[in-house]
């Protein structure tokens, strides 16, 4: 599974320009005036794992052979700048919600930097207007859907009867200026209502694009990033870019804070697999059993799977390899009522 992020926040917020930077790209063009992104810019990313590098290492002291790494990936998708009034039309507000409804996780983008010569499109910096503008316009446009939902006739079933309760509730609690995922909490009852893509009720990663000034006092509740000093780090070789870091005294690049916290908030891990023809990670969710993580690779896998032979990353390391792991019966049998962990490096072992 890839994971599918939406970066969203109104013109001139910088959302173009880390795009750009987080891609190593110019793939958008980050003018400085609205609506400069009409369709949306969609970009693969790799996700930064170091452990990567280490498995492919230990493959080579055992093989004699370097194999290439293949790490899981992120699509970022750069969405045409929203204004007030687009749950009606205005600006781009149409193709903006249709593109918003096909990603996992929105990234909304506040601006916090100053900077008189890009033009604010409310004609002066306050992120927490900002912020409740996109609020208002996904929750108005979430009403519309609701809207147009009728109510059950006749006999209808206990299903159809607690789906309705839960539309009506979710009007009055919107109209109260609540998001649907506020609204809605439980499971069960949110895929009741999962057909109709709800905009609120994505989870919503906050970016503040600060200067490099500012970065030290970001809000609690946001990644503070500098879309500027990324689009320069990413000119940069690898051993510049940490030195760079470390005089801002960051420890990760903002790509990688971004993309961890989405991994975190959605819940997502990574196994890995190794060998001689590929050192790879894949990208599951927590609570994934092997079974189910075994048809990430192939789907077949889950059908005709046997058992799983698996070690921890870190074990992996301590004993060597995975050759040195199997002499010393490191590795574990699991078999299809296992959960995944992070970091596990496994071998499937599948029937014909």
Same mark, same amino acid.
Request: with cysteine; charged share 25%; hydrophobic share 45%.
């Given at each position: 599974?890839?994971?599918?992020?939406?970066?969203?926040?109104l013109?001139?917020?910088?959302?173009?320009?880390?795009? #750009?930077?987080l891609l190593?790209?110019q793939?958008?063009?980050?003018a400085n005036?609205?609506?400069?992104?009409?369709?949306?810019?969609?970009? +693969? *990313?790799?996700?930064?794992?170091?452990?990567?590098a280490?498995?492919?290492t230990?493959v080579?002291?055992?093989?004699g052979?370097?194999?290439?790494?293949?790490p899981?990936? *992120?699509?970022? +998708?750069?969405?045409?700048?929203? +204004?007030?009034?687009?749950?009606?039309?205005?600006?781009?507000g149409?193709?903006f919600l249709?593109h918003?409804?096909?990603?996992?996780?929105?990234?909304?983008?506040?601006?916090?930097?100053?900077d008189?010569?890009?033009?604010?499109?409310?004609?002066?910096v306050?992120?927490k @207007?900002?912020r409740?503008?996109?609020?208002?316009?996904?929750?108005?446009?979430?009403?519309?859907?609701?809207?147009?939902?009728?109510e059950?006739?006749?006999?209808? #079933?206990?299903?159809?009867?607690? @789906?309705?309760s839960?539309?009506?509730?979710?009007?009055?609690?919107?109209?109260?200026? =609540?998001?649907? @995922?506020?609204? +809605?909490?439980?499971?069960?009852?949110?895929?009741?209502?999962a057909?109709?893509?709800?905009?609120?009720?994505?989870?919503?990663?906050?970016?503040? #694009?600060?200067?490099e000034q500012?970065?030290?006092?970001?809000?609690?509740?946001m990644?503070?990033?500098?879309? /500027?000093?990324?689009?320069?780090?990413?000119?940069?070789?690898?051993?510049?870019?940490k030195a760079y870091?470390?005089e801002?005294?960051?420890?990760a690049?903002?790509l990688?804070?971004?993309?961890?916290k989405?991994?975190e908030?959605?819940?997502?891990?990574?196994?890995l697999?190794?060998g001689?023809?590929?050192? @790879?990670?894949?990208?599951?969710?927590?609570?994934? /059993?092997?079974p189910?993580?075994?048809?990430?690779?192939?789907?077949?896998?889950? =059908? =005709?799977?046997?058992?799983?032979?698996?070690?921890?990353?870190?074990?992996?390391?301590?004993?060597?390899?995975?050759?040195?792991?199997?002499e010393?019966?490191?590795?574990?049998?699991?078999?299809?009522?296992?959960?995944?962990?992070?970091?596990?490096?496994?071998?499937?072992k599948?029937?014909?």
């Open positions: 599974m890839n994971l599918r992020i939406g970066i969203v926040g013109p001139n917020a910088g959302k173009s320009t880390l795009f #750009n930077a190593k790209k793939v958008a063009e980050a005036y609205p609506f400069t992104t009409i369709e949306p810019n969609v970009g +693969v *990313v790799p996700v930064p794992d170091q452990r990567l280490t498995l492919a230990l080579h002291s055992e093989e052979i370097l194999p290439p790494i293949v899981a990936v *992120v699509e970022f +998708v750069d969405i045409a700048g929203l +204004v007030k009034g687009a749950s009606e039309g205005q600006g781009l149409n193709k249709s918003i409804r096909e990603v996992d996780i929105i990234c909304h983008v506040l601006r916090f930097f100053p008189s010569s890009v033009v604010h499109v409310a004609g002066e306050d992120p @207007r900002d409740e503008t996109i609020e208002t316009e996904l929750i108005l446009a979430d009403l519309q859907t609701l809207a147009k939902q009728q059950p006739k006749g006999a209808a #079933n206990k299903e159809a009867l607690q @789906r309705w839960l539309i009506k509730g979710l009007i009055e609690g919107l109209n109260a200026g =609540k998001i649907a @995922r506020e609204v +809605v909490t439980d499971g069960d009852e949110r895929a009741l209502i057909d109709l893509q709800l905009l609120t009720t994505k989870p919503v990663l906050l970016v503040a #694009n600060m200067s500012q970065l030290s006092s970001a809000p609690g509740d990644i503070p990033i500098s879309a /500027k000093t990324e689009s320069e780090l990413a000119a940069l070789s690898v051993d510049e870019q870091l470390k801002l005294g960051l420890e690049s903002g990688d804070r971004l993309i961890q989405a991994y908030t959605l819940g997502l891990i990574s196994f697999t190794q001689v023809k590929e050192v @790879r990670a894949w990208t599951i969710g927590k609570g994934t /059993k092997a189910q993580a075994a048809g990430v690779i192939h789907t077949d896998f889950e =059908k =005709k799977f046997i058992k799983a032979e698996v070690i921890g990353f870190d074990e992996l390391v301590v004993v060597g390899g995975w050759k040195k792991a199997k010393l019966g490191k590795l574990r049998f699991e078999g299809k009522e296992y959960e995944m962990h992070d970091g596990d490096v496994v071998e499937f599948v029937g014909n």
